[in-house]
């Protein structure tokens, strides 16, 4: 039988929800050079206004001190893909990390 460490931590998770950006290279340098070192790209289908528009998520995990960063990201992010708005939600919950 294995023995199993268990860890739980509160955390905040922020999505960040932008139109489909032309570059994932582009957007994970942004993100892992200048914010997070650990973080999640999802690309999905959504809609806005009624129309259908490709979109990427970005997953964070963190604590309640990187909102400021979220928030920066954000706004780069609007810019890069020259949009109208981003959207950031942000649920607080835990992680349970198994070892």
């Known amino acids: ?5 268990h860890k739980t931590e509160q955390v ?3 999505k960040i929800y932008t139109q489909r950006v032309n570059s994932i290279t582009e957007l994970e ?3 892992n050079y200048n ?3 650990g973080f999640s ?3 999905g289908i959504g809609f806005w206004k009624g129309q ?3 979109n990427t998520t970005i997953e964070l995990i963190g604590d309640y001190p990187d909102k400021s960063k ?3 990201l954000a706004a780069e992010i609007k810019i890069l893909g020259n949009q109208e708005s981003v959207l950031i939600t942000t649920v607080t919950g835990f992680v349970n990390e198994i070892n």
């Open 29 to 31: 340098k942004l993100i």
């Open 41 to 43: 790209i999802i690309s």
């Open 35 to 37: 914010y997070f070192d």
């Open 70 to 72: 979220v928030l920066k």
């Open 1 to 5: 039988m294995f023995k199993r460490s």
């Open 12 to 14: 905040v998770i922020y």
């Open 52 to 54: 259908r528009e490709y």
